[in-house]
Antibody, heavy 121, light 110 residues
Framework: QVRLQESGPGLVKPPETLPLTCIVS??????????WAWIRQPPGKGLEWIGS???????YYNPSLKSRVTISIDTSKRQFSLRISSVTAADTAVYYC?????????????WGQGSLVTVSS | QSVLTQPPSASGTPGQRVSISCSGS????????VTWYQQLPGTAPKLLMY???QRPSGVPDRFSGSKSGTSASLAISGLQSDDEVDYYC???????????FGGGTKLTVL
């Protein structure tokens, strides 16, 4: 069974950088059938895709966040990471990592439990 | 403002059939398969439907999906109290080169 687990600081001060890591177990992070995605959800609001990274390191970012976001992958550690720079209160959200099936049609089929990050001084 | 448009709320009585709509454009729903996610309070979204109308293992056949043109729909038959959670549609957008989501629909079982 695939498991994803987010980890990171629960509190980040503006305008610092928000770092999160997602550890993948139960499946190969190196498979070409998948990419690995980050999605966030502000309190009481809907879901927003942040970006995705392939096993080879190719990245896709939400245009609205692209200037502040970096997603990377370390297959040797079975993990991928998210960094958002110059954070503000608007970046306060639950951050989810997910496996993205990319054969023919895409789907986000396995999700981590989520990590709440609060941006506050 | 979400790229995909869902009604913010929907409701039905136990045993009834309800549908939740999801409207997009040619660059997203019109070109790619739609997925649906179910989110219980305080938990991560769970994949409910993929490739427009395919149920993952373990999802009851009370749930069904469809797509026509630039719109999609999730139908729930035999409504149960446990179905009273949030539902999101999502798909890949070829113009944005990324995922787009609907704003979510809160289903109430009266």
């Amino acid at each position: 069974q695939v498991r994803l687990q987010e980890s990171g600081p629960g509190l980040v001060k503006p305008p610092e950088t928000l770092p999160l890591t997602c550890i993948v177990s139960g499946d190969s992070i190196r498979s070409s059938s998948y990419s690995w995605a980050w999605i966030r959800q502000p309190p009481g609001k809907g879901l927003e895709w942040i970006g995705s990274v392939s096993y080879s390191g190719t990245t896709y970012y939400n245009p609205s966040l692209k200037s502040r976001v970096t997603i990377s992958i370390d297959t040797s550690k079975r993990q991928f990471s998210l960094r958002i720079s110059s954070v503000t209160a608007a970046d306060t959200a639950v951050y989810y990592c997910a496996r993205e099936w990319i054969q023919l049609w895409h789907r986000l089929d396995y999700w981590g439990q989520g990590s709440l990050v609060t941006v506050s001084s | 403002q979400s790229v995909l448009t869902q009604p913010p709320s929907a409701s039905g009585t136990p045993g009834q059939r309800v549908s939740i709509s999801c409207s997009g454009s040619t660059s997203n729903i019109g070109s790619n398969a739609v997925t649906w996610y179910q989110q219980l309070p305080g938990t991560a979204p769970k994949l409910l439907m993929y490739d427009n109308n395919q149920r993952p293992s373990g999802v009851p056949d009370r749930f069904s999906g469809s797509k026509s043109g630039t719109s999609a729909s999730l139908a729930i038959s035999g409504l149960q109290s446990d179905d009273e959670v949030d539902y999101y549609c999502a798909t890949w957008d070829d113009s944005l080169d990324g995922w787009v989501f609907g704003g979510g629909t809160k289903l109430t079982v009266l």
